[in-house]
């Protein structure tokens, strides 16, 4: 079947801008999560969906960035006014629920903030 | 708070040679999960294994093999007779029991196998 889909593949902005960027999970997984890998960060979690119960948030980096899941499926990260220091690769994955579920990833979004 | 060690940053074996890459968790919980992941050229991180903290049973799939020994907090990945394809960079990670399920990484071991 389908594996996670990420769009855009990359993105090149200006600073300042806002983006969005779109995650399409595995079909029947309820758990969605929004990693971020970047150079000098390596991977860090940003936030988490699981099922309908409030989203774990504890990662995002500042109040710029938010994220919302419609309908239990699609979700949207959202960066506004973009900073330089938010050039990264946007990572989405999902899981079926349950604690020792792996996470099975997207390819990313690239995001270059100019 | 949790935190993954992979204190390898870079191997380099010729092919065919054996290689072991390390990882070390910390963490106070008593139930957790912990994983490994690959990282091809490509980008998409492809998942390899997950061990729950209550099953200390070594795994082997193929070439692979991993030792999970909770005495020294550590779960390393054994690659038997190397191969090209397997250069990539590897990650270990972290998670804890339901409702907390977010992977704590560690910085990755980049694996570079010489033909």
């Known amino acids: 079947g389908a594996g996670v889909s990420q769009s855009p593949s990359n993105k090149v902005t200006e600073k300042g801008k806002d983006v969005e960027l779109r995650c399409d999970p595995i079909s029947g997984h309820t758990a969605l999560y929004w990693y971020r890998q970047s150079l000098g960060q390596g991977l860090e979690f940003l936030i988490y969906?699981?099922?309908?119960?409030?989203?774990?948030k504890s990662g995002l980096p500042s109040d710029r960035f938010s994220a919302e899941r419609t309908g239990g499926s699609v979700s949207t990260l959202t960066i506004q006014r973009t900073q330089q220091e938010d050039s990264a690769v946007y990572l989405c994955a999902s899981s079926l629920t349950g604690s020792n579920q792996p996470q099975h990833f997207g390819d990313g979004t690239r995001l270059s903030i100019l | 708070a949790q935190k993954v060690t992979q204190a390898q940053t870079e191997i380099s074996v010729v092919e065919k040679e054996d290689v072991t890459l390390d990882c070390v968790y910390e963490t106070r919980d008593t139930t957790y999960y912990l994983f490994w992941y690959k990282q091809p050229p490509s980008g998409e991180l492809v998942f390899l294994i997950r061990?729950?903290?209550?099953?200390?049973q070594n795994e082997i799939s193929g070439r692979y093999s991993w030792n999970f020994q909770k005495s020294t907090s550590s779960f390393n990945f054994t690659i038997t007779a190397s191969q090209v394809v397997d250069s990539a960079v590897y990650f270990c990670a972290l998670s804890l029991g339901f409702g907390n399920e977010k992977l704590t990484f560690g910085t990755g071991t980049r694996l570079t196998i010489i033909p």
């Open positions: 969906f699981q099922g309908n119960s409030a989203p774990d």
């Open positions: 061990r729950n903290s209550f099953d200390e």
